[in-house]
């Protein structure tokens, strides 16, 4: 019910953004959150925006990503700048909700993802 797009090959130092598209139902209700993973690794929380729009990033996000949504789309993107090849994953966004400011993911609202490669 989630579909990302917008992964592909950068270069370092390149932009890339990414979206998700879902349902009314989903972006009504649900916060949402980007993950990503890297081959033989847990999957990583990136990036969060609640429905009230307050916004949170991993520290390897902060100052580099940029979490959006628009509610009259059903979308959210994940504008990434200042690339490295250690942001090289798959890049997953999920529907979920926050506890006590915890995100939890909700497992049946996950994208297929998308994948990203940063490399020169």
């Known amino acids: 019910q989630l579909v990302e797009s917008g992964g592909g090959l950068v270069r370092p130092g390149e932009s890339l953004t990414l979206s998700c598209a879902g349902s009314?139902?989903?972006?009504?209700?649900?916060?949402m959150g980007w993950y990503r993973q890297v081959p033989g690794q847990q999957r990583v929380l990136v990036a969060t925006?609640?429905?009230?729009?307050?916004?949170d990033y991993a520290d390897s996000a902060k100052g580099r990503f940029t979490i959006s949504k628009d509610n009259t789309s059903n979308t959210a993107y994940l504008r990434m700048d200042n690339m490295t090849p250690e942001d090289t994953a798959v890049y997953y966004c999920?529907?979920?909700?926050?506890?006590?400011?915890?995100?939890?993911?909700?497992?049946?609202?996950w994208g297929q993802g998308t994948q990203v490669t940063v490399s020169s």
């Open positions: 009314e139902a989903i972006f009504g209700r649900f916060d």
């Open positions: 925006i609640r429905t009230d729009g307050r916004i």
């Open positions: 999920n529907a979920g909700r926050y506890y006590q400011n915890d995100y939890y993911p909700n497992s049946d609202y």
